[in-house]
């Protein structure tokens, strides 16, 4: 005991910024409200979004979840990440080259709902483990979305309270205990004391290939499926989490098994139905790509020392 | 009040030095006392003894940031309270808990006060902390400088619990390892 007292003795040791930082959410509501006007402006960005997608609705849904071959030379490497702009929605545009996928879509500014997320999704050819995924996380720190992740065998993921695993994937019907492997991430933006999310991740073998779905489920967290189906080409999971503090949130995975890739769209119960989420996931243009890891890297500097400069 | 006048009535040795500085972190003063203490009684006398320690520090210092400084003045006087009282483990408030989190970053139980001086661990966390991502470092502030509680975390950073514990937990395991590189204990 002596030695955690002097180490929380030492906390004194922390600098004064970081202090005042995490005291201004602490003591002035800062976060609470922070939040709530976020909310107001994601409602209205929310709005917008979905009047601008409505118009090209239509033309994007026969096509978004069709994956297609762009023509060489055109291919789109841009990779746009505008800085935090409560008045406009950012634009991100992330290419997976190890997957030959690219997605874009919209991301509200208030960083924290709806949550976009791509998923590489483990298979035969291209697996977690040969290092690739960890590799394209740690790039995605240049654009200000500072990842993690670490590997976890189902032993490890027992002694993390509440991450109950699989809780999702058995609420979906589906044998969490075939789960080889379990991972966590943390998708963090940092602007403004935002924070998105954590999520645990399982591999797990469905129509004989191998892919994650996020499971993240605390304590007294119940889990509904809503509904199992498609939307376009993509195989679809909808689940709604409802928290003991009456919180409901919605996540709305698509996914193609044989392509390799899962999407996940999410939002808070009180802002976003899945209607709402599956226009969401209607207006996002999911792209063959011809990137290779060069190109990809070379991309990556060219933003980073873009931001720099900016 | 701002804070630079604040400063200043205790330069001027003024009596309203005092007041001002309750009525602006009297409340901020109490909270991180009480979540050290477990106690309204002992958080009240933290409180106090913060005023007088502030009041005789002040001249000759002049913080640049008050609350850190008053924060950092409560958090000494409330962890000396608990130890001795010896409450640690039973009715020490939340400090308690965010004790017993902590001696898992402390490989193989060695003392680290006999490894090195405080203010030496002192200097590696906060570099530590800094290093840390923004959330990361909110939390871990919040839990053992603000000793806050999981739910409060919770409720400020509108986080779930097992995300907010999932946090600390990769946190304190990085701060474990950092203080074997550093060869800190």
């Known amino acids: 005991m002596l030695n955690s007292l002097v180490l929380l003795r030492a906390m004194n040791g922390i600098h004064e910024e970081d202090v005042v930082m995490a ?15 976020n909310r107001i402006i994601t409602i209205a960005l929310a709005a917008a979004l979905i009047l601008a997608l409505g118009t090209t609705a239509y033309a994007v849904y026969r096509g978004s979840m069709n994956t297609r071959i762009p023509e060489e030379g055109t291919t789109d490497y841009h990779l746009l990440y505008s800085a935090e702009n409560a008045e406009s929605p ?115 073998k469905l129509h004989g290939k191998e892919v994650i779905l996020g499971a993240f489920a605390p304590d007294d967290t119940k889990v509904e499926v809503f509904r199992e189906g498609s939307l376009g080409d993509s195989q679809l999971i909808e689940v709604q989490m409802f928290y003991p503090d009456g919180a409901v949130h919605r996540h709305l995975f698509l996914f193609q098994p044989e392509k390799y890739w899962l999407l996940q769209i999410s939002g808070s119960g009180e802002i976003f139905d899945f209607t709402e989420l599956e226009h969401m996931a209607e207006g996002i243009e999911i792209l063959e790509t011809e990137l290779g890891a060069k190109s990809y890297e070379d991309k990556i500097d060219f933003i980073h020392a873009d931001l720099a400069a900016g | 009040m701002e804070d630079e006048m604040i400063v ?27 979540n050290i203490c477990g106690t309204d009684e002992d958080a009240e006398e933290c409180v106090n003894d913060t005023w007088l320690r502030a009041w005789n520090l002040m001249p000759d210092q002049r913080p640049a940031v008050l609350s850190a400084f008053l924060g950092r003045i409560t958090r000494n006087i409330a962890i000396n309270c608990i130890k001795a009282k010896t409450r640690l483990k039973r009715g020490g408030g939340e400090a308690a808990i ?36 923004d959330a990361e470092r909110t939390v871990f502030v919040l839990r053992y400088w603000y000793v806050a509680s999981i739910d409060e975390i919770s409720k400020k950073l509108r986080f779930s619990k097992g995300k907010i514990k999932s946090i600390l937990f990769r946190t304190r395991g990085k701060l474990r390892r950092y203080l074997q590189e550093e060869k800190l204990c």
């Open chain 1, 90 to 204: 950012e634009l991100l545009h992330v290419d997976f080259d190890r997957t030959k996928f690219a997605m874009s879509f919209d991301v509200p500014a208030d960083g924290c709902f709806p949550v976009f997320r791509a998923l590489y999704l483990p298979g035969e050819e291209n697996g977690w483990h040969n290092s690739s995924f960890y590799e394209m996380l740690d790039k995605a720190k240049y654009f200000g979305l500072p990842w993690e992740m670490r590997q976890l065998s189902p032993d490890q993921v027992q002694i993390i309270p509440d991450e109950t695993p699989g809780v999702l994937l058995a609420e979906a019907g589906m044998d969490s205990s075939t789960a080889k492997t379990w991972y966590t991430d943390y998708f963090y933006r940092g602007n403004n004391g935002d924070m998105a999310w954590i999520n645990l991740y399982g591999g797990y």
């Open chain 2, 8 to 34: 200043d009535l205790y330069w001027q040795r003024s009596d309203l030095a005092i007041s001002e500085t309750d009525k602006k972190y009297g409340r901020y003063c109490h909270s991180i006392a009480y």
């Open chain 1, 23 to 37: 005291g201004n959410i602490y003591n002035n509501e800062y976060k609470a409200n922070h939040f709530k006007r």
């Open chain 2, 98 to 133: 965010a004790l017993d989190e902590l001696e898992e970053c402390i490989p193989g139980g060695t003392e680290p006060e006999r490894v090195l001086e405080e203010k030496e661990l002192e200097t590696a966390i906060g570099s530590f902390v800094s290093g840390l991502s």
